[in-house]
């Protein structure tokens, strides 16, 4: 049975309408003078830290400590106004599995495993009403590798829980490649969702251990055997 369930972000539970890109693009040009600054970035299942460095190399930018903070800070509030304008939604099938976790007994801790710093997480889940159904995570400010953001988050569940879960007690839901790369760093099962960029062929490659169009199509007590 599932006893710590983690989902990415964007592409599995939510769209933000490009806010996250739109908000790194104009931090990209208004704080260090490079304009179109995100053309030749790859944003699915990284992290920002690991997006932000790849700006920093390709233009001869000091990967300082400062300039991290300062790319970062300048991010948070941008993303936060391109939220409130908008046209993002809350992916089908979320929600009722969110309620379906809850129903059960024992109902397993419900946490994050993003790429997205914290405060970034939160920013995009909140505008949905989303941010308070998760009781822990692994953030970009625990790694700049997916990996260990995974391993962060399995150790907080694991503090939450007062014991050790089973490789087959963990469950992952993620829309790319990096996400299941990641889970099976952590010995979790994996339930892949063809709601990002990725189509469920490319998906299939990867061997996840469910797969799906939307999560409107998983039937959630599957988790409990």
């Avoid at 936060?80 to 599995?97: F, H, I, Q």
């Avoid at 889940?125 to 995974?150: P, Q, V």
Wanted: glycine residues 10%; contains cysteine; proline residues 3%.
């Amino acid at each position: 049975m599932a006893g710590l369930v983690l989902f990415d972000i964007d592409g599995t539970l939510i769209r933000t309408g490009g806010a996250g890109e739109k908000a790194f693009a104009r931090v990209c040009a208004t704080q260090f003078g490079v304009p179109n600054g995100t053309a030749q970035l790859s944003f699915a299942g990284r992290t920002d830290r690991s997006i932000v460095r790849e700006f920093f190399g390709r233009h001869e930018i000091d990967p300082s400590a400062e300039n991290f903070n300062r790319f970062l800070e300048a991010y948070v509030f941008l993303l936060d106004e391109l939220m409130r304008a908008s046209r993002g939604e809350v992916l089908s099938g979320v929600r009722p599995m969110l309620e379906a976790l809850r129903q059960f007994e024992p109902a397993p801790i419900v946490g994050l495993l993003t790429g997205n710093i914290r405060l970034g997480a939160e920013i995009k889940l909140r505008h949905h009403g989303l941010w308070e159904e998760f009781a822990t995570g692994g953030f970009a400010d625990d790694d700049e590798d997916r990996n260990r953001i995974a391993a962060a988050a399995l150790a907080r569940g694991e503090r939450i829980a007062g014991r050790r879960f089973s490789n087959r007690e963990i469950v992952v839901v993620g829309d790319t490649p990096r996400d299941i790369s990641c889970a099976r760093s952590i010995g979790a099962r994996v339930l892949a969702v063809a709601t990002g960029n990725f189509s469920v062929s490319q998906l299939r490659s990867h061997q996840p251990d469910w797969l799906v169009s939307d999560l409107a199509e998983f039937r959630t007590e599957v988790l409990l055997n």
